[in-house]
């Protein structure tokens, strides 16, 4: 959040460069844009031709008649009634060539995006929050689309009315259009000043806004602890405080909106007196008609609408920057992991070993999680990693999966460097499980199947026996078929543990990941999963991160893991006999397991 | 959510918009009045430009004419007000200054219409936020256990910003619309009848139209709605479950899923597109047909003899005025009943009741005596707490042992009056809590709950939130008693340090611990820690409970303290431990005591034992670890 109100805080100039690469996305719409501009030339004509009409009766009317002929005024009614529709028209392509550069710019820029995220390494998700991301693809696109579109085309059609405008007036009688025209550099100064004013009104607005919601969630996630500390009176003149100030920020911006309009309209007023006066004058001197006089006094008035319509837009397209710089940002953010040309599809299509050799990691440069790090396994070992949180045996695990790379070093499958191999070669080999069983909305078998799209119904059900996770499956309505709800809130934690355990031993890898897989199963089930465990990673590679003795009691190798460095080593009979660290932490959780065993047999 | 006092909604909405509007409403008046006289103004432009072209300019062509038409007084008034046609003509200069000046002092008025109406609205929404805040502070927790944050957060921001946009927008411009064809019409009618009639003619259609085609259209907006909805959960599915999607290599799949939810909602995107592009043309070219009409009927007229041009394009000037205005009602229309929608799920918050207070507050206890007696709670059929007796004396720790859901956690609602026990009484001191305020028994206990919540606040700040008042140096003491001062400092900032959303991620046993330094500089007489230690391990939790007795001990021992946790380590030491099960209690005692007797206390005491059987088994195969488990060593 705080990187988000940074980048706001940006007043910046109108930054050309950034735009262009926006505009981009308008280019294969190149035909609806080009659309656009003709349908804007029309209105513009037609906007330009209505005074005439008006002014062309007004001659008709006034001219003494010296046939005495009756007044002719059908033509011009036809002529009106005709740029009617043809406006009418207008407006109606207008709105559907927009509306398709809108909707499918928007959709473009988000299918970019998220095949951009596709592709970023994790460690560009491990320092945004998954709101601030979905905030990019939802109302940072809408915001661009919505500015490529409706933007564009009312500053092609604001310049090209007052272009319009000045052209027939010049035509007219280029006297009075001096005159009347002297209001558009004051119009443009009126403009711009207020524009800027706008644009730091309505960012100071949006500010204080975020802060009231943020305010609000916290007041009632928060409820419990305002109400034991008895905070509610301090809670609330801390919130009016941002409500006062959320009232003055959007009291001046309505009011300069409600000075902005009038000022314009006053400008134009000053255009329609100069045109009245002088052009009075010269009607009287019989130099100009009163037609032409009364064509110039309602082109003054018209001035204000483009006016106006162009200071907003601006407003609109610099307050949309922001946006523009954070789609730019994602789509421009560099990719460090993937496949470079060098890579070979090994001949071998099984891993028989995986070497870490000298293998450090920093997430920040100078930050370094994982300390000179040496591991060898082979096919048919489990690597059990224990020791407290943010030690580092997370990160191990997702270096092996080249989640992450090593800063120095070099992770060796087969003997091979895997940067020289391809990322999907590697990554289809692997089985991850983690404690937080991310589930997908849609039924469990969806989610079980997601782990091998081919998979059959009787695999899917053969993997969740596997896994135990039919227990609580048959007693489900519906059973494989039941929904999981929105990330799988109908299922417990333990529930959704089981079937992301499933989900992986349905993909039968040949590496198998677990980081606090089971945490969340209670004792007594995970026991019984554990059985289920050890015949999957039968044969197989596996690191297991978890705090459960029966999962780290069987291992090959427990490494116990502590501020990025490898402290103990061995298997358990070795730890426990050194009576270190491990045996510490061995002893801890042997009596909570059994604690919790007997709370819950109660 | 549904209460059967909901019978009449409408009713109810429309009630708390007007009852909302109250102590702004003369602002209202006076950006009606503003509005109105600006409304008005704005038909003085035309009006003296028209006078000036009829009677100024186009009289020494048009004289016979124009003279002899009594349609024309109106001009005729004006020119003569402004000294007449001859000098209007020799001085023409003085109308241009007089059309300028009328549309000057129009903006103004305008200006001050927007002011007021701003103001107003504004001053309504900022009243609506705190209250609603403050009425969330004050809904029972029973309420909020079962209402989704999410949900909640979207009444007070989304809802009221719709809210707030019918009275800054909405109300202001039908009311616009109104005055401006209500001024109109008389103007109208007094220049030509016939061409009033005329003028007016279209417009019920217009407006039927765009109210017609806006209930038809909430359908498409509704489906559209459901596809941005559906798009954003697959996004957000996607990127929270990004470790999976990569776990499995699952990416194309991702992209075909997306691109699905991506191309229905730019689908249904274009298509409301399509059906707005007919609206708007269509309704453009009812106000045009409305404009043309009344050109073609004036310029019969016209024709005919029986107005003067002037007349006409005054007319025509008029109802260009108030038909653009009067078309957007339609929209504004529909907009209202989006309004009505946010009023009432507003008012569905409203409508709850908040906790009940007693006028009588608890007068501040020097010492924690806690008394329950008999106390007793139902919820639907099961037991949640039944027949609990026990007495805390000041300086002594009384500790609740039991499997999670046995009723402990309860005890502390009860105490904290976050829930009314059905039977039994609790005193504090001498006084049964349930005839006192809930505040004033609350600032006489400090307690720290199982998920302490921390605000976006910096550390001193938070821990502050114990005692408003507390110096720097007294956060710091307590800091140091809850063993978190040496985490804090190790931040850059120290306790200056921002927690939270937009600051540092701690881990939960410093949540935990800066949760209890916050409860210590409460100084209240009792102290509750339900399960306040369990993400803080076994040896930073001997150091608190120490640091909590040499506190305790430092303050004449008269505060008394309640202990819920399920180490034992920490539990041993009290001074009376009850055994908790289906909201009972089963067992009560010392620790010596209740090791003398079978029960569920002496059985978590002896796996103790079994540890040191297990690891003697260790100790005795040590000899036979495999060379090759070792063979992966470097």
Known sequence: MSSELDEDQKTGRFDRALWLKIFRFILPYKRSAIGLCITAAVVVGCDVAIPLFTGMIVDAVTTPNPDGKALVLWPYLLGYVGTFVVLCVCIWSFIMLAGVINSHVSADIRTAAFSKLQKLQLAYYDRRAVGWLMARLTSDCNTLSRVLAWGTLDIVWGTMVIIGVSISMFILDWRLALLVLTIVPLLVLLARSFQLKLLISSRQMKKTNSLITASFNEGISGVRTTKTMVREGQNLAEFQELTGRMFGSSVRNQMLHAIFIPAVTSVCAIGVALALWRGGVLVLAGEVSLGKLVTFLQYAGFLAGPAQELANTLTMIQNAQASAERVQGLLDEPVTIQDDESVLEPAQAKIDTIEFKDVEFEYLPGQIVLHTFNLTVKSGQTIALVGATGGGKSTIVSLASRFYQPTRGQVLVNGIDYTSLPLLWLQQRMGIVLQQPHLFSGTIRENIRYGKLDATDQQIEAAARLTNATTFIDTLVGKFDAKVGEGGNQLSTGQKQLIALARAVVADPQVFIMDEATSSVDTQAERDIQIAVDRVLKGRISFVIAHRLSTIRGADVILVIDQGKVVERGNHHDLINRRGRYFELYTNQFTQEREEVLMHSS | ?634
């Open chain 2, 1 to 634: 959510m549904t209460t059967p006092s909901i019978a009449k909604p409408s009713d109810k909405k429309a009630a708390l918009l007007w009852s909302l509007s109250k102590g702004h409403r003369k602002l209202y008046l006076f950006s009606g009045l503003a509005m109105v006289a600006g409304s008005l103004l704005s038909y003085g432009q035309p009006l003296i430009v028209g006078a000036a072209l009829d009677y100024a300019l186009s009289a020494q062509i048009l004289s016979e004419q124009t003279n002899t038409q009594k349609e024309s007084r109106l001009s005729l008034l004006v020119v003569n007000l402004m000294g007449g046609p001859d000098f209007v003509r020799s001085n023409l200069y003085l109308a241009a200054l007089a059309a300028l000046g009328i549309t000057v002092v129009s903006g103004v008025l305008i200006y001050l219409k927007s002011k007021y109406a701003a103001i107003a609205s504004e001053g309504i929404a900022k009243d609506l936020r705190d209250k609603l805040f403050d009425h969330l502070q004050h809904l029972p927790c029973a309420y909020h256990d079962k209402a989704q944050t999410g949900d909640l957060v979207q009444r007070a921001t989304s809802d009221v910003d719709t809210v707030r946009l019918f009275y800054s927008d909405q109300i202001v411009e039908v009311a616009r619309a109104i005055t401006l064809l209500l001024a109109a019409i008389p103007v109208l009618i007094y220049l030509d009848p016939i061409l009033a009639m005329v003028a007016v003619s279209v417009l019920p259609l217009i407006v039927l139209f765009a109210l017609i085609f806006f209930w038809k259209v909430q359908g498409a907006f509704k489906k559209l709605d459901e596809a941005e909805g559906q798009m954003t959960a697959t996004l957000q599915e996607n990127l929270t479950g990004v470790r999976v999607v990569r776990a499995f290599a699952r990416q194309a799949f991702e992209e075909e899923r997306f691109a699905r939810a991506n191309t229905l909602h730019r689908t249904l995107n274009w298509k409301l597109f399509k059906i707005m592009a007919v609206y708007w043309s269509v309704s453009d070219l009812l106000c045009f047909l409305q404009m043309a009409l009344v050109l073609i009927v004036g310029a019969v007229r016209v024709e005919s003899g029986a107005i003067s041009v002037g007349t006409m394009v005054s007319c025509l000037f008029a109802a260009g005025l108030y038909i653009w205005p009067v078309r957007q009602m339609g929209r504004i229309l529909t907009e209202l009943g989006k309004a009505m929608v946010a009023a009432g799920r507003i008012n569905e918050v409203f409508e709850q009741p908040r906790e009940t207070t007693a006028a009588m507050d608890l007068p501040a206890l020097q010492t924690g005596r806690l008394t329950f007696q008999n106390v007793s709670i139902r919820r639907g059929e099961t037991d949640v707490l039944s027949d609990v007796s026990f007495e805390l004396l000041p300086g002594k720790t009384v500790a609740l042992l039991g499997p999670s859901g046995s009723g402990k956690s309860t005890v502390v609602q009860i105490l904290l009056r976050l829930l009314d026990p059905d039977s039994g009484r609790v005193l504090l001191g001498e006084t049964d809590i349930q005839t006192v305020s809930r505040k004033s028994v609350r600032a006489n206990v400090a307690a720290v709950l199982q998920e302490p919540f921390l605000f976006s606040k910096t550390v001193n700040q938070n821990i502050k939130l114990g005692r408003h008042s507390a110096t720097d140096q007294e956060a710091i003491e307590v800091a140091q008693a809850a063993v978190v001062h040496d985490s804090i400092v190790r931040f850059d900032k120290q306790y200056e340090t921002m927690v939270g959303e937009r600051g540092v991620t701690l881990s939960g046993g410093q949540r935990q611990r800066l949760a209890i330094a916050r409860a210590l500089l409460r100084e209240a007489p009792i102290l509750v820690l339900d399960d306040a230690l369990s993400a803080v391990d076994t040896h930073t939790e001997a150091s608190i409970i120490e640091a909590l007795r040499s506190r305790r001990d430092h303050n004449d021992g008269a505060q008394s303290t309640l202990l819920i946790a399920h180490r034992l380590s920490t539990l041993r030491h009290a001074d009376e431990i009850l055994v908790f099960d289906h909201g009972r209690i089963v067992q009560r005692g010392t620790h010596e005591s209740l090791l003398a007797e079978p029960g569920m206390y002496k059985k978590l005491w002896s796996i103790q034992s079994e540890l040191e059987e297990d690891l003697e088994r260790e100790t005795e195969h040590a000899g036979v670890s495999s060379a090759a488990e070792l063979a992966v060593l470097p």
